[in-house]
């Protein structure tokens, strides 16, 4: 599928090209706050219905990444991990009172690199959630790896607990990128922990790729595009680089050299699209690639995609736990986050209170927004006659948003036809925008966000 010309025009780049969440959540976290009542948090939690989808931020890294933008410890002690699964085991406790359910349908181990565990520290988990959790039937148990930090052994650890997707980040395979970005990870090292990946019996291998780094030039990329191609993963995620020093300063340091300017961001974009289709995978969402009989591509064509704080799945209506430092938490209509810290977690779990730090309970109208962009996220395609008999209102209510799209309409980037807004190939990359339009919070937030191309 060719979804977009290799000469987009570069006034529409300048004119779209602003700030602007990528939406995994609605309202963004930048909403949540700490004035919120924990027990109505919890209470949402209680009555939302079962099975669970866990998430364990496991947060070590042994070095920094100078693009990473997640809340990272950075260590070379993996005598750190215990008194962490302490804490994790602690916090298991004081929640699974607030449960519906201890039926778990997926389990995702994100950080950090879960793979900075020993594979003692990984057998301990496996054991720790096997005493307070069941398994649904047919669980999806994802982990995130870090090839740098992988052995044999600990692959096998993870299968043990179930573990048969994983996922990691390969970025860009080019050594002068890699160096310009502070992580080094030879061609040598993906294709063996993908050996060891696989004969674990590993049935789902996500690889992510970054562009918009330094040093990056579209031809730099096809390259790293054809050799992750080589590698043969099932999905592959594609994310543009964004640049928020304000919120991870290791960020300031890829200042000194010249990041890719929109237009080349967007040329980078278009040779993975054409390499990677002409590979047999479908895109997926925003940012998603996967192979045709893979189940997110399924799940794509019959409409069934949805999007969380993890990006795209398959699975719907799972109330969301997440565990650990800074880790957020979906139920209903309540999102929660940890301290991002690990003195504050810590000194949480100390005092014997759940680490909790904000949240945010959503209203009947951020309900009605929320379906709304996650339509658009998820389908790109929306009825606002549909969406908004769902929800008790009529699309008048959205008669300044539908006035406000017509300027994307008239630069081919959505059709609206009575109330129907159906976002053309060319609107699908600047879908963050077009979500945009039906955000109420966005303006004062606005600049708080990366920039969308
Ligand atoms: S990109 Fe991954 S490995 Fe690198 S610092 Fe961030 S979390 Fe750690």
Known sequence: MKAFSNNFNPDLIQKYNRAGPRYTSY??????????????????????PGPLSLYLHLPFCESLCWFCACTTVITRNPDRVNGYLDAL???IQLLTPHLPAREVAQLHYGG???????????????????????????????????PRTLTEEKVRAFAEGGFTRASFGVQDVNPAVQQAVHRVQPDELNRTAIGWIRAAGFNSLNLDLIYGLPKQTRESFAETVDTVIEYNPDRI????????????????????????????????????????????????????FAKESDELARAARSGGLHRNFQGYTTRDGLSLCGLGMSSISQSGRAYRQNFKTLDAYYGALANDRLPLERGYLLSAADLLRRDIIMGLMCRFCIDLEDVTHAHNTSPAEFA?????????????????????????????????????????YLRPAENRHARTI
Do not use: C
Request: charged content about 25%.
């Open 27 to 48: 309202p963004t976290a930048l909403q949540f706050h700490d004035k919120v009542d924990t027990a109505d948090l919890l209470g949402d939690l209680k009555t939302t």
């Open 237 to 288: 995620a594609l994310f543009s680089y964004a640049h928020v020093p304000w919120v991870a300063p290791a960020q300031k340091i890829l200042e000194r050299s010249t990041l890719p300017p929109p237009e080349e961001k967007l040329a980078m974009f278009q040779v993975a699209l054409d390499r990677l289709s002409a590979a047999g995978y479908a895109f997926i969402g925003m940012d998603h």
């Open 89 to 91: 085991e602690k916090e």
């Open 112 to 146: 950090g690199s879960p793979s900075f565990l020993e594979p003692e520290h990984i057998r301990r988990l496996n054991t720790l959630l096997g005493a307070h959790f069941t398994d649904a039937p047919a669980p999806e148990k994802s982990v995130e790896l870090d």
């Open 400 to 440: 300044p948003a539908l006035a406000e799209l017509e300027a994307f309409a008239q630069d081919g980037l959505v059709e609206i036809e009575g109330p129907r807004i159906r976002v053309t190939p060319t609107g699908r990359f600047l879908i963050r925008n077009i979500a945009m339009v039906f955000d109420a």
